[in-house]
């Protein structure tokens, strides 16, 4: 969890987040900012399998994890003929 100091976080953006890179992470900014993204809830590409996503409040943001069927996902993947099995590989693998 990152905490977040009173005041800190000048006007008007104190938090960047963005997504499509799968990978949980959080980096600070210059002037006490920081820009969070909050992984990938269907296919995340850290090496671990679960769902990822992030909570903000006006304290902390914390990184959460839950496990869901991907197992099921892959399966359902597999039946679609014109989609290529690795998609179903990855949900396993977290890649």
Do not use: W
Request: contains cysteine; proline residues 7%; hydrophobic residues 30%.
């Amino acid at each position: 969890m990152y905490k977040i100091e009173p005041g800190r976080f000048p006007a008007p953006f104190r938090f960047f987040f963005s997504g499509h890179t799968h990978v949980q992470s959080r980096v600070p900014l210059d002037n006490g900012r920081l820009y969070c993204n909050p992984g990938s809830v269907g296919q995340p590409r850290d090496g671990d399998r679960r769902s990822c996503y992030v909570i903000l409040d006006d304290k902390s943001i914390r990184f959460r994890r839950v496990e869901y069927p991907f197992e099921e996902t892959a399966q359902k993947i597999y039946a679609i003929a014109e989609l290529d099995n690795f998609l179903g590989d990855r949900l396993r693998d977290g890649r």
